[in-house]
C-alpha cells in the first residue's frame, strides 16, 4: 500500500466507524513548499510555490436521512480521538465559530461559500492528512482547500482552482484569525505535476513553470513548531501594510528599490526593514524561476542564500538554530543548489534545491546539526505534485 492509499484507508475507516456506513467520494488536497517569494502574497507581489506529495483527504457522503435538521457532520482523524474530534453544526442560518481551529476550518469553509451565495447539501466527512502540522508546509491551507472542493464536489457547486482558494482563505482569514494570504490555498488548488507555479497575488493569474529534471526539492524540518495564529505572522502583515501605507502606495508590490530608498529616512526604521525584504524579495522570483527551469544551480545558490538573509534579518522571522542550519547546509552545497526558511518562519522548515548527487551533502550537514542541536532535524525529498482534485478509486 502507498501513502495515499493508507491515507485514503484511514479516511473510509474513520468514516465507518463515525457513522455506520461507507463514504461515496473522497477527494485531495496537498501541502505546499514555498521555493521564493516569502511574505510577498499579502504584499500582492508575485510568490514560487510548488505543490507536494503530503496531503488532506476527505471522504464524504449523504447526511443521515433521520436527522431533523439539515447539517454537516464532521471528524478530524488526526485531531483527537473519535468522540472529541467531532463537529456537528446547521447548514441554515448564519455560522458560528467552534470551539476549536480545526472546526473553526470546516465552518469558516461552509461560511465562505455562504458569502458567494453557495448553499450547501446536508452532508457528512471524515478527514485524514499527512501534511505535518505547523512546520511551514500548509497543513491548513490542504485543509481548507479539500473542504471546498469537498463541498463543491457533494452539493454540485463546479468551483474552479481559484474559487477554492479562495474560499478556503477567507475561512482562515474570518474563522481560524490567520490574516494570509493567498499563495498556500493557489498553490494548493492550482499547481501542476512537476512544476512551481508562478503566481501574481495581485490577480491569481498563474504560471507553471517546469522544475528542471537534474533537480530534487529537500525539505528540512527543524523541528521547531509555531502557532501561525499565536506568531507575530498577523504582525508582519500589519507592519507591511504600513510601510506600504507612509510610502503612498496600495500595496508593497508598487514599491520599487528607488521609492524605498528615497523614503528611508523618513520610514521607521522597523518598517523601513520590513518593505526592504519584501522589494529584494519580489527581485528574486522570476530569476529563481528561470534557474528553477534551466537547473541553474548556481544562481540558486545565491539567490537562495540572499532570500535567506533577508528573512532572518529584515524580516526577523528566523530563529539561531534556524540560521546555523541553513549555513552548514549552504556551506555543504556549495554551488550545487540553494538552501533557505520556507513558509512564514518562527520555525519549521528549510528548503533546498539542488542536483540529486548533492543530496548526500544535505544529509551530512544536517547529521553535523544534530551533533550539537537540543532538537534533531529531519531532510525528506518531497515530489512537485498536482493541486487538489477528487479521487477516482479504480
Ligand atoms: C504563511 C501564509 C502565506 C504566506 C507565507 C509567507 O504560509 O499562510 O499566506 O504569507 O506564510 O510567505
Excluded at 187 to 210: K, N, Y
Excluded at 215 to 224: S, W
Excluded at 265 to 270: A, G, I, K, R, W
Amino acid at each position: 500500500m502507498d501513502r495515499r492509499d493508507r491515507l485514503i484507508a484511514r479516511a473510509r475507516q474513520g468514516y465507518r466507524l463515525a457513522y455506520g456506513v461507507e463514504p461515496t467520494r473522497f477527494v485531495a488536497a496537498p501541502g505546499r513548499v514555498n521555493l521564493i517569494g516569502e511574505h510577498v502574497d499579502y504584499n500582492d507581489g508575485f510568490v514560487l510555490p510548488c505543490a507536494i506529495d503530503r496531503e488532506a483527504i476527505i471522504a464524504f457522503g449523504p447526511a443521515d436521512k433521520n436527522a431533523k435538521n439539515p447539517t454537516l457532520d464532521a471528524v478530524a482523524l488526526d485531531m483527537g480521538d473519535m468522540a472529541s474530534a467531532r463537529d456537528s453544526f446547521e447548514l441554515t442560518g448564519a455560522i458560528r465559530p467552534g470551539q476549536n481551529n480545526w472546526q473553526n476550518h470546516v465552518r469558516g469553509v461552509v461560511h465562505a461559500l455562504g458569502r458567494y451565495g453557495h448553499q450547501l447539501r446536508p452532508m457528512r466527512m471524515a478527514i485524514a492528512g499527512d501534511v505535518p502540522i505547523g512546520a511551514g508546509l500548509s497543513s491548513s491551507a490542504a485543509f481548507g482547500v479539500a473542504l471546498a472542493l469537498a463541498c463543491s464536489e457533494y452539493s454540485g457547486l463546479g468551483l474552479g482552482p481559484e474559487m477554492l482558494a479562495k474560499v478556503a482563505q477567507i475561512a482562515e482569514n474570518d474563522f481560524v484569525g490567520c490574516a494570509c494570504g493567498i499563495m498556500d490555498q493557489m498553490a494548493s488548488a492550482a499547481s501542476v505535476a512537476g512544476h512551481a507555479l508562478l503566481l501574481d497575488c495581485r490577480t491569481l493569474e498563474h504560471l507553471p513553470i517546469p522544475i528542471h529534471r537534474g533537480l530534487r526539492i529537500t525539505v528540512i524540518d527543524t523541528g521547531l513548531r509555531r502557532s501561525l495564529t499565536e506568531s507575530a505572522f498577523n504582525e508582519r502583515r500589519a507592519e507591511c501594510e504600513a510601510a506600504a501605507k507612509a510610502l503612498g502606495v496600495a500595496a508593497l508590490r508598487d514599491c520599487d528599490a528607488a521609492m524605498l530608498d528615497a523614503a528611508r529616512d523618513s520610514l521607521e526604521p522597523v518598517l523601513y526593514c520590513r518593505a526592504l525584504h519584501v522589494v529584494t524579495e519580489m527581485g528574486r522570483v522570476e530569476p529563481v524561476a528561470v534557474a528553477l527551469a534551466t537547473g541553474d544551480t548556481r544562481m540558486l545558490a545565491d539567490l537562495m542564500r540572499e532570500a535567506h538573509l533577508s528573512l532572518s534579518t529584515n524580516f526577523d522571522v528566523s530563529l539561531p538554530p534556524i540560521d546555523r542550519l541553513a549555513r552548514l547546509v549552504g556551506e555543504a552545497l556549495e554551488d550545487a543548489g540553494g538552501v533557505r526558511l520556507t513558509g512564514a518562519g518562527f520555525g519549521g522548515c528549510l528548503v533546498a534545491v539542488s542536483t540529486k548527487d548533492a543530496t548526500a551533502a544535505i544529509d551530512d550537514a544536517v547529521a553535523r546539526y544534530n551533533a550539537d542541536a537540543d532538537l534533531p532535524a529531519r531532510a525528506d525529498m518531497f515530489s512537485p505534485v498536482s493541486g487538489a482534485a477528487p479521487i477516482a478509486l479504480g
